[in-house]
């Protein structure tokens, strides 16, 4: 993750004012928390072994804790990160207001799951409103890198549901 | 069963004796084949079908109306669909209200139909979204018509027939929601939206009425509410003794 994606990612977070953000990616891990989930806001990032490619993480260790705002990008900018190859990932935003529905039943297997490719048209979701159920097609192909919001959770209009890699 | 006087609902008609659900039929079946707009599935025999969240809605054979139709309202906003609630209820309402004539039919908010206070019909919508735009809409709906017994654990439960004492004749009624459907959605087509709000207020219960709500999070007190409007979202407006406010179907609760 470049320091763009991490700035816009924490911006994002904050501006949805969730109180915890887990994200995993395979080569690394982030771990976001804001003054409702504990006393201070802590990031954490934690590389995941990786074989061939630069870690990104600081290079003295393997966890860096910053205590300030996570709406402060300096303190972001201060850190050292080494730059890694841009990844654009592409989210799918909710239409409308709702809860979010990773399957179709309590019984039922989730639609995507992180790592399954998709094409346009398939159906990744159900937004729920007032008994009106929303399946969401993916306008784009890809692969899922990310479900951002957990089942049975309320969302926003325009709240970012997945993060896809095209 | 056919329907006729429509020039879109009911105009394909795919009737079977049995179903787990109709919406769940149509839902799928719009996947993989090309159905046009207006497009009935009904059912003898709902033998599983879908209710709001995990809930089941439970009906007899041959007595009742299992349907649902497929619209395609590719000029309605995806965060304007509450509209569709409006029509589909609106539909009903204006279907079977001259079959009743001396019994209260109101619509209860968000979509369900009441006789005399109780439940009689219910209506859920599955549509699909592509990015803003909604691909197609199948708009399910279960009328309790002649069923007179119900599982005692569904008190508010009641039928056409309970309440007006007598048959009716289950092709007719597909026939005027058919009708009245097409009607109500030809006028949010044509950008009626306010005269549909006003014709859904004018039967909404409790709709400028003072009453009590509770709010289904733990450990809430019940209050006096009079609804007063609804949001785009479709949200219940309530006046309250010291202001207003607005909730979500899963927030509230009547008492």
Known sequence: MTFKEMENLLKLISELEMTEFKMKDGEFEIVVRTKEYGNTKVITQVPAPVVQQPIIAPPASTTSTVTESIASTKTVESTPVKEEPKKNYIPIKSPIVGTFYRSAGPDKEAFVKVGDKIQPGKVVCIVEAMKLFNEIEAEIGGTIVQVMVEDAQPVEYDTVLFLVEP | ?255
């Not at chain 2, 329907?3 to 039929?25: A, C, R």
């Not at chain 2, 000029?75 to 509450?82: E, I, P, V």
């Not at chain 2, 009607?183 to 409790?206: D, E, I, N, V």
């Not at chain 2, 007190?221 to 979500?248: M, R």
């Open chain 2, 1 to 255: 069963m056919k329907v006729t006087d429509t020039l879109l609902v009911g105009k394909t008609l795919q009737y079977f004796d049995s179903l787990p659900s109709t919406n769940e039929y149509l839902v799928e079946k719009v996947k993989t084949t090309t159905l046009a707009e207006g497009t009935v599935v009904f059912t003898a025999n709902q033998f599983a079908g879908k209710g709001q969240a995990s809930n089941r809605w439970e009906s007899t054979p041959n007595q009742n109306i299992a349907m649902s139709i497929l619209l395609k309202p590719s000029f309605l906003l995806a965060n304007t669909q509450f509209y569709l609630n409006i029509v589909a209820a609106l539909a009903v309402k204006n279907a079977i209200e001259p079959l009743l004539k001396t019994i209260s039919v109101q619509i209860k908010w968000p979509n369900d139909i009441l006789l005399n206070g109780k439940k009689t019909c219910g209506i859920l919508i599955q549509n699909t979204l592509s990015g803003s735009n909604i691909s197609n809409s199948v708009v399910g709906i279960g009328v309790n018509v002649n069923q007179i017994t119900f599982d005692p654990n569904l008190p508010n439960a009641t039928s056409l027939a309970l309440q007006g004492e007598q048959t009716f004749d289950i092709e007719q009624i597909v026939n005027a929601i058919c009708q009245q459907l097409e009607h109500c959605y030809l006028q949010l087509k044509t950008g009626q939206q306010s005269l549909l709000k006003t014709a859904y207020f004018a039967s909404l219960y409790r709709f400028e009425t003072w009453a009590w709500y509770k709010k289904t999070s733990a450990g809430s007190e019940p209050f006096l509410g009079k609804i007063v409007d609804i949001t785009t979202n479709g949200a219940l407006v309530l006046a309250l003794e010291n202001g207003q406010a607005s909730f979500d179907l899963k927030q509230i609760q009547f008492l």
